[in-house]
């Protein structure tokens, strides 16, 4: 079992930054693929951003978010962080983090494992 805590939500105008974190603990974090979703009221969860076991390799939504918004971990402190620049209105949703069992990056949500509960994060225009 893979617990996730999601943190650093909140309301934000556009333009400005915010940075959620992502506590992990149970098994080993280390070997596990990492991802943030987001949801959008009405609308379906959607991938944000993926990195793998050892943070070699990163994904992100295509447009929407990349080259605003960047994902790391830090497994010594069993950690996932999404720092999400350049924030606009579109942004507004509930984040989730997940786990995978896989050492490998997905950007489908059902190939993740473990989910947070998710953290609120709005961006005001």
């Known amino acids: 079992q893979v617990q996730l805590v999601e943190s650093g939500g909140g309301l934000v105008q556009a333009g400005g930054s915010l940075r959620l974190s992502c506590a992990a603990s149970g098994r080993t974090f280390g070997s596990n693929a990492m991802g943030w979703f987001r949801q959008a009221p009405g609308k379906e969860r959607q991938f944000v951003a993926a990195i793998s076991w050892n943070g070699a390799i990163t994904y992100y939504a295509a447009d929407s978010v990349k080259g605003r918004f960047t994902i790391s971990r830090d497994n010594a402190k069993n950690m996932v962080h999404l720092q999400m620049n350049s924030l606009r209105p579109e942004d507004t949703a509930v984040y989730y983090c997940?786990?995978?069992?896989?050492?490998?990056?997905?950007?489908?949500?059902?190939?993740?494992?473990?989910w947070g509960q998710g953290t609120q994060v709005t961006v005001s225009s």
């Open positions: 997940a786990a995978r069992y896989s050492s490998g990056i997905s950007t489908t949500r059902d190939a993740y494992d473990y």
